[in-house]
């Protein structure tokens, strides 16, 4: 049976807030990262998991965060990059700049 390796993590700025999530997926000597987010729940991406997960055997693994992971701690940045992304509004950086 092939393995593989699903790493994924999600960062919020603020409860609620602008949120990043981000996954590294491994087979064997290949890997590919993706990234998203939302102001909302990503359902969509919920529900076709939910529909993977029907034809496939899973199993889940615990990684505590911040814990020196290299690839949990990958993930964090992502995630923190794409809900930084995500909160960014022209009209509060346009007030930093007329003061």
Known sequence: M???TLISEGDCLGIPGPGGWAYILRYGEHSTERTGGSKKPDVDLWQK???????H???????????????????????????????????????????
């Open 2 to 4: 092939k393995q593989v």
């Open 49 to 55: 998991l939910d529909r993977l997960a029907e034809k």
């Open 57 to 99: 055997i899973i199993r889940g693994q615990w990684v505590m965060g911040h814990s020196g992971h290299p690839d949990n701690e990958r993930c964090n940045e992502l995630a923190l990059t794409r809900a930084v992304e995500f909160s960014y509004t022209p009209w509060r950086d346009a007030a930093r700049v007329c003061g």
